[in-house]
């Protein structure tokens, strides 16, 4: 429009900045477009800078067909649960001495409270240590491999401590042919993956080794099918979880679908019942399934060229982690945040470990914080009310490169959730991505002590966009 | 006295705003210093010099909040208190859920199709790159934004240019656009008089005085104050001319400046003197009084440039009430002062203003200083006593370097008038009152007390101390002019009919001898 044009039309203008302006707007019948602004990329004048080199209309073009690909595996993907097998059988490097961890890359020494505590129960389970103090010194001493669950096609909840005689779910993306790992839930509370290790932590992973894992084995591969987890995880959220920390739709969907293979099973009524009993015992035992089922999806998208979706959230209770799928492999990290939310009586926010776990891959898909408005009933877990609810999953489009239209959300008029984080509109808008997750304590050996809402760090963002800018636009 | 340093992470709140809440914090019961800002490297620099050093203020970066507030050991819980209350005012107000609020301007644009401008007032680091993207969107920009570079502004001018596009500022104070104000403005008539200023509160003062000699404004353009440096070339002043010659609302051109580069001033003029309409030009300082073309009037002030401009819509001059200068008010004035009373002291709001009544004063007096003087000789900074006449223009960034502008925040102009007012050699203290949209809600009911008091203070020492005030607005505005001149009078205060006026006064006033 012209300068002579606009003196010919109706003044509409939008107020960046200062409200009074605006203020001064409306008392003159005007009504200015409103804005909410922060600086991009955290004020900091080097990502503004990569920012502006990915402005370059040429260069934006390429990332948004790049973006485009790597969206449309994200929602093409057709993750199948396919059976259950030991970690040392099936996962990808997997050997007796490695245990594997959430978050990016770190070395014993360095782990958090929780993290240590799993580690060092997670050898006194595979024998390799007679009791903690014995494991503490094993860990430490070098002769043990430690590598990020992502690393090995895996995903792992809270500490995400993995080893070798762990069973684990098997899920196979049917349309890109790409497979992803996954243990099995101990349930909440005091259990090794938020950092406890005492006796009853060992007695019910060994059951875990000996009974639930090979039931469940042994009911899957009665299932020559598999099971279409992207349909199932649809009907959770429409049932009113976002599945990620509300997950007593999904349970239920699961254990429901397992259960007539779990009967045809050999095992003893006994033990069968044990398995149901354990599943009904809380309503976590699907989180897992939704964690993988994510991971088989974003490893497909993950390594499009010139593609700024984000492909991995992930953290170790010492550094958030993320990875870009025109980045690959390469981790950039932030340090791990504190989550805020209610926590269970005794304990208060100085308890409490840093933000801990794969699960933000459900996140990284575009469930779990970006799904709360799905999932009203636990809003005041996470300190709001149902408004804030369908205000996260609504905000959440502004950092997201399309919709899920497989996943949609009935409560937004079936809005697909939220997918493909883009590390652009992330620094752009100053919108960090919301996180629905749990609180370990922070000293190993005590567990789980609530739950909250957490962001990941804006230096992980500011170095990955600095890293796509240097590749990118150079 | 306890020290509360707290560092919220990943906060922002605008600059402006900021500024705002640390005087109200500074208010609270029990407060001796509050300071809010964004952990900026000069922010930070602001903290060190008012003696703040902490390790948690070093690790804080530009997206944090820093809060450091100084009160006394048993008010502090509810000095943060306080503090915290106005922080959480401003969050709710924005988190309204009936209102609609865009996180980036493309999303802005995306929603809203019939946006058509911009008016950018975020912190300069940012400015630059939200207005290209509004120029790339086809949208007008006005960037009241300050600390822009040079080459930004340059590029943007371009980028406006060769787009067809307005781009008012940086540092653009003023617009009046279809009627509507824009930032810092005046409620006046529309009619057929356009404007192009370089200067904000100059184009100001032009609309309120066309609208006070019974014509109008089409539009009011803002260029900001460098356009017609050398390095810009007038880029916006031109094609604002150009605009305002093919308007067919508009049937007179008025351009204000402060001083100009000269060979911008000539191209400038060029232009002017393309257009098929009377250009009426202020070049405020400019020793030119011939345009060279015949349909371009140069005028000495905006006062002679608001009635030129009035006069060539075909108003009839006998029509008008003048305001001449009021000769026996000059001579009753000179007859209260004592011989040692020699000197002006100006404290002004408005850069424009101030060069105006400076610009009188030089015409007459040599020894004139300022903070926006060209000759080093005659500068002093803010920081620095008054000497002989002395005109500070305290909305200048060496007085507001991390503080809100005089125009919203009187206090440091109050300080400085009680100052002023133990010198026995000063006369008179002129000060403007700017009203309307942007500014101070009741400028001359903040700043009574500390007239009364500097009246009441050259009095105890058998002198009268002659405050001169200049109310810039309307009878549309609010507070209307009226209301706040006659408040001025009732404090004993002489009122001057304009910025023109005021200069002339000030000067007359304090004239001895064989300058008379």
Request: aromatic share 6%; net charge negative; hydrophobic share 45%.
């Amino acid at each position: 429009m012209s300068v002579n044009d606009l003196f010919q039309t109706d003044l509409r203008p939008v107020n960046l900045g200062l409200d009074m302006f605006a203020d001064d707007m409306k008392a003159q019948g005007v009504d200015p477009v409103l804005m909410d602004w922060t600086p991009p990329g955290g004020g900091d004048p080097e990502v503004i800078a990569a920012l502006s080199r990915l402005e370059d209309p040429a260069v934006a073009e390429r990332i948004d067909a790049a973006n485009q690909v790597a969206l449309d595996r994200i929602l093409t993907a057709q993750p199948f649960l396919e059976g259950f097998g030991q970690a040392i059988d099936v996962v990808p490097g997997m050997t007796a001495k490695t245990i594997l961890h959430a978050g990016p890359p770190i070395e014993f020494p360095r782990m958090s409270g929780p993290m240590k505590g799993a580690v060092t129960g997670a050898l006194v389970f595979e024998g390799l240590a007679k009791d903690v103090d014995e494991a503490f010194e094993l860990a430490a001493s070098g002769e043990i491999t430690f590598s990020p669950c992502h690393e090995h096609q895996s995903v792992g909840s809270m500490a995400g401590v993995t080893s070798a005689s762990m069973w684990m779910h098997q899920v196979t993306n049917r349309t890109h042919g790409n497979t992803a790992y996954t243990n099995l839930s101990e349930q909440l509370s005091k259990i090794l993956r938020f950092g406890a290790n005492d006796q009853s932590v060992i007695d019910r992973l060994n059951w875990m080794r000996d009974v639930f894992g090979p039931v469940l084995s042994g009911a899957m591969a009665l299932n020559t099918d598999g099971l279409d987890l992207r349909l199932m995880l649809s009907q959770a959220l429409h049932m009113g979880d976002e599945a990620h920390n509300r997950n007593v739709a999904g349970t239920t969907l699961l254990i429901q679908a397992l259960a007539p293979y779990i009967l045809e099973t050999d095992f003893t009524t006994k033990e069968k019942r044990e398995v149901f009993d354990f599943v009904a015992s809380s309503d976590y035992f699907s989180g897992p399934t939704w964690m993988v089922a994510a991971k088989a999806a974003m490893d497909a998208a993950n390594g499009v060229e010139d593609s700024t979706i984000v492909t991995t959230m992930a953290r170790n209770g010492v550094d958030f982690g993320i990875r870009v799928s025109g980045t690959g492999s390469q981790w950039f990290t932030g340090p791990a945040q504190q989550v805020i939310g209610p926590m269970f009586a005794g304990y208060t926010p100085e308890d409490s470990g840093l933000d801990m776990g794969d699960s933000a891959i459900t996140e990284t898909f575009g469930i779990g914080g970006f799904a709360m408005a799905a999932a009203p009933a636990i809003v005041a877990l996470v300190g709001g009310t149902v408004d804030d609810a369908m205000g996260y999953s609504r905000t959440m489009n502004a950092i997201t490169t399309g919709n899920n239209p497989n996943i949609t959300i009935p409560a937004l008029d079936f809005m697909g959730v939220p997918s493909g984080i883009d590390v652009r509109k992330v620094m752009e808008t100053g919108i960090l991505p919301i996180i629905n997750t749990a609180i370990a304590h922070k000293d190993p050996g005590i567990g789980m002590i609530g739950a909250g809402i957490t962001h990941p760090p804006v230096e992980a963002f500011q170095q990955a966009l600095r890293a796509l800018s240097d590749g990118i636009a150079a | 006295m306890t020290r509360h340093i707290e560092i919220r992470k990943n906060t922002y709140v605008d600059s402006v705003s900021l500024m705002s809440m640390s005087t109200k914090a500074n208010a609270v019961e029990g407060v001796t210093q509050a300071l809010l800002g964004m952990a900026t490297p000069m922010n930070k620099e602001v903290l060190l010099n008012v003696g703040v050093s902490d390790p948690a203020v070093d690790a804080a970066k530009p997206s944090d909040l820093m809060i450091v507030i100084d009160a006394s050991d048993d008010t502090i819980e509810a000095a943060i208190q306080a503090v915290d209350d106005i922080l959480a005012r401003k969050n709710k107000g924005s988190a309204d859920a009936a209102e609609v609020r865009y996180r980036t301007l493309d999303g802005a644009f995306t929603e809203v199709t019939d946006a058509n401008l911009v008016l950018i007032s975020v912190n300069g680091a940012f400015a630059a790159r939200e207005a290209r993207k509004a120029l790339n969107a086809g949208k007008h920009v006005m960037i009241f934004s300050d600390n822009v570079s040079l080459e930004d502004e340059l590029a943007l001018k371009t980028l406006a240019h060769d787009k067809g596009l307005l781009v008012m500022g940086p540092d653009c104070g003023t617009a009046i656009i279809n009627g509507v104000g824009l930032a810092f403005a005046n409620a006046v008539r529309r009619g057929s008089i356009g404007i192009v200023g370089a200067s904000g509160t100059g184009s100001q003062e032009l609309s309120v005085r066309i609208h006070d000699f019974g014509g109008g404004v089409s539009q009011l353009l803002g260029t900001g104050g460098r356009d017609l440096s050398a390095e810009i070339g007038g880029i916006s002043m031109i094609d604002g001319i150009r605009a305002l010659d093919a308007d067919p609302e508009t049937s007179v051109i008025v351009v204000v400046s402060k001083p100009p580069a000269e060979e911008v001033a000539d191209k400038v003029l060029a232009v002017a003197g393309a257009a098929s309409k009377p250009v009426i030009v202020n070049f405020l300082g400019s020793k030119r009084t011939e345009s060279g073309h015949a349909n371009v009037t140069m005028t000495s002030g905006t006062k002679p440039a608001a009635l030129a401009a009035v006069l060539a819509t075909g108003v009839d001059e006998s029509t008008l009430d003048l305001h001449a200068l009021n000769i026996p008010l000059i001579e009753e004035v000179r007859a209260k002062l004592a011989p040692e009373q020699k000197y002006v002291r100006g404290l002004f709001c408005g850069g424009t203003l101030c060069d105006e009544a400076m610009f009188a004063a030089l015409d007459k007096y040599e020894n004139v200083y300022s903070n926006i003087q060209k000759d080093p000789a005659y500068t002093i900074g803010a920081t620095e006593p008054s000497r002989e006449h002395t005109f500070l223009d305290m909305g200048d960034d060496d007085f507001t370097n991390g503080r809100p502008h005089p125009m919203i925040d009187p206090s440091m102009r109050l300080q400085r008038l009680a100052q002023e007012a133990e010198d026995p050699e000063v006369g008179v203290i002129a000060m403007d009152f700017i009203v309307g949209f942007g500014s101070h809600e009741d400028p001359v009911g903040v700043t009574i007390p500390a007239i009364t008091a500097a009246k009441e203070k050259a009095a105890a020492r058998g002198q009268h101390l002659e405050i001169l005030g200049y109310v810039l607005g309307t009878d549309l505005d609010t507070p209307a002019v009226t209301e706040q001149v006659a408040m001025l009078e009732a404090a004993g205060v002489t009122i001057s009919s304009s910025s023109t006026n005021l200069g002339l006064l000030a000067r007359e006033f304090v004239a001895k001898g064989d300058n008379r």
